[in-house]
């Protein structure tokens, strides 16, 4: 059984519709990589993944539970990281996450987890005062802290520079040889080639493309194959409308 699985997930708000009839999975031991342009429903359907939004129709199942309806036990098992952080402004880093590991029966080390994403250099500072690639690395270790059996990534090594980049992409592959599945969105064809077991890619609310690399792409290359499906796929929303 998929540790993630979406089925004809329909998101409206209002008369727009976000998500329309979305379907992919990821299996346990997993990285799933979802590539899309903004406004493509990629955060809108990671958001239904979560728990946070309610699906209008279709279904999601997060190991095997719904997660609108998932109580506390099933949320510790999944590690969430989001664009905005969620972060508390006025904490020092090393106190969010110090926090977060008591909230756990078995947390990754503190320290080992600090020091593996470059946190340990900023671990005063309060998480109003860090840049943005030190929250997005705050942001990680906060999603990895409680060991997840699946993780939910959106743009982790979004504005970090190259060393801190390779760190998260090390730690990611980690997680996969410890058997988690790993859900991240991206907009970096470098990243999902290096990562990704398998590739989805979504356009105007849709998915257009799912499989390996291989499948996805064949000879012709990600890149290309992501602007040629991406573009038909809004030239075919121009024409309906």
Same mark, same amino acid.
Request: charged share 25%.
């Given at each position: 059984?998929?540790?993630?699985? @979406?089925?004809?997930?329909?998101?409206?708000?209002?008369?727009?519709?976000?998500? =329309?009839?979305? &379907?992919?999975?990821?299996?346990?031991?997993?990285?799933?990589?979802?590539?899309?342009?903004?406004?493509? =429903?990629?955060?809108?359907?990671?958001?239904?993944?979560?728990?946070?939004?309610?699906?209008?129709?279709?279904?999601?199942? @997060?190991?095997?539970?719904?997660?609108?309806?998932?109580?506390?036990?099933?949320?510790?098992?999944?590690?969430?990281?989001? +664009?905005? =952080?969620?972060?508390?402004?006025?904490?020092?880093?090393?106190?969010?996450?110090?926090?977060?590991?008591?909230?756990?029966?078995?947390?990754?080390?503190?320290?080992?987890?600090?020091?593996?994403?470059?946190?340990?250099?900023?671990?005063?500072? &309060?998480?109003?005062?860090?840049?943005? =690639? +030190?929250?997005?690395?705050?942001?990680?270790?906060?999603?990895?802290?409680?060991?997840?059996?699946?993780?939910?990534?959106?743009?982790?090594?979004?504005?970090?520079?190259?060393?801190?980049?390779?760190?998260?992409?090390?730690?990611?592959?980690?997680?996969?040889?410890?058997?988690?599945?790993?859900?991240?969105?991206?907009?970096?064809?470098?990243?999902? +080639?290096?990562?990704?077991?398998?590739?989805?890619?979504?356009?105007?609310?849709?998915?257009?493309?799912?499989?390996?690399?291989?499948?996805?792409?064949?000879?012709?290359?990600?890149?290309?194959?992501?602007?040629?499906? &991406?573009?038909?796929?809004?030239?075919?929303?121009?024409?309906?409308?």
């Amino acid at each position: 059984m998929a540790a993630v699985s @979406v089925d004809s997930l329909v998101k409206r708000f209002g008369a727009t519709t976000a998500v =329309g009839g979305m &379907t992919w999975s990821a299996e346990r031991g997993e990285i799933l990589a979802v590539l899309g342009p903004n406004g493509a =429903g990629k955060t809108t359907s990671l958001s239904c993944v979560l728990g946070l939004l309610r699906p209008d129709a279709g279904t999601v199942r @997060v190991l095997d539970a719904d997660p609108w309806r998932a109580d506390a036990a099933h949320r510790a098992r999944v590690g969430v990281m989001l +664009q905005d =952080g969620g972060l508390p402004n006025t904490v020092a880093a090393e106190r969010v996450l110090r926090h977060l590991a008591r909230l756990f029966a078995d947390p990754e080390p503190v320290e080992e987890l600090m020091h593996r994403l470059g946190v340990a250099a900023f671990t005063r500072t &309060t998480v109003r005062r860090l840049s943005g =690639g +030190q929250r997005q690395r705050l942001a990680l270790a906060a999603a990895l802290i409680g060991r997840p059996e699946v993780a939910l990534l959106d743009e982790p090594s979004s504005g970090l520079d190259p060393h801190a980049r390779l760190d998260v992409w090390d730690l990611i592959v980690d997680l996969r040889r410890r058997g988690t599945c790993v859900v991240l969105t991206t907009h970096s064809f470098e990243e999902a +080639q290096r990562l990704a077991d398998r590739i989805v890619i979504v356009a105007d609310g849709s998915v257009v493309a799912h499989g390996t690399l291989a499948q996805v792409a064949g000879e012709r290359g990600l890149e290309d194959t992501y602007f040629a499906l &991406t573009r038909a796929a809004s030239t075919s929303e121009e024409e309906m409308q």
